[in-house]
């Protein structure tokens, strides 16, 4: 990873920050209105919650102390920083994937929501896609650990993934009118996928994953406000 100026490195710390306590105080949110909500509804987005932090605290925390710490000479520091970072990348991979399945199931418990049930096989084609997809994350041709990967299998790992966004838009505003959810979605597949095409010949575009990871805040927020 190179070298950022410093005010870049403090300001991509402290959102990275803040982004995984609003996770952290939204998860509980969910789990306190638990006792009041019998349909598993405040389950579900607990669950879709925690899991989208947790996993990401495994790739933004080692990125946040990356920044603090700065660039280094040492080949064995340089080594531990790429296996932390690769390994973030490859736990958030796999919760990112995980989370689609759960946002699934979130919809279909929400209260209020006046629309036509998904089919059950639409649940079902998101499993399949999600095991193919983690299934592309685990090959050591991914390259998760040497500090730089593999670009080719960057793409691979991400035709499921992106497969299973185009599901997720779909089911959405099909069967629940949530153009704003679906929109949303939309944004953040966009900057995901701009950040794996085309990082490697222009690293500024890896800025992306901020209003990517914005719009998973927005999104998290609106099932807080349901």
């Known amino acids: ?7 870049m490195r403090v300001g991509e710390s402290v959102f990275c920050a803040g ?7 939204a998860g509980l949110c969910f789990v306190w ?3 009041t909500d019998m349909t598993g509804y405040s389950w579900a987005c607990a669950a879709m919650t ?15 102390l990356h920044n603090i710490r700065g660039k280094t000479r040492d080949e064995d520091e340089r080594r531990r920083r790429n296996f932390w970072l690769g390994l973030g990348n490859l736990v958030s991979s796999v919760t ?5 399945i759960l946002l699934f ?19 079902t084609v998101l499993i399949v896609l999600a095991i193919l997809r983690i299934a592309l994350c685990l090959p050591p041709q ?11 299998w960057g793409i691979y790992r991400n035709v499921p993934f992106l497969a299973m966004g185009v599901v997720t838009v779909v089911y959405l505003v099909a069967c629940y009118g949530a153009w704003l959810p679906a929109g949303l979605v939309v944004v953040s597949f966009s900057c995901y996928m701009g950040v794996v095409l085309y990082t490697r010949d222009r690293p500024a575009l890896g800025m992306l994953m901020i209003p990517k990871t914005v719009c998973y805040i927005w999104l998290i927020a609106l099932f807080l406000r349901a």
């Open 142 to 152: 991914n390259r998760w650990f040497d500090g730089d990967g593999s670009h080719s």
């Open 105 to 123: 199931d979130a919809m279909a418990l929400g209260p209020g929501l006046s629309a036509t049930p998904a089919p059950s096989w639409v649940r």
């Open 50 to 64: 925690f899991l989208l932090g947790c996993g990401d605290a495994f790739h933004l925390v080692p990125r946040i």
């Open 19 to 25: 982004y995984l306590v609003f996770a952290l105080l």
């Open 1 to 7: 990873m190179d070298e950022k100026p410093l005010g």
């Open 33 to 35: 209105r638990t006792q």
């Open 96 to 100: 990112m994937t995980l989370f689609y």
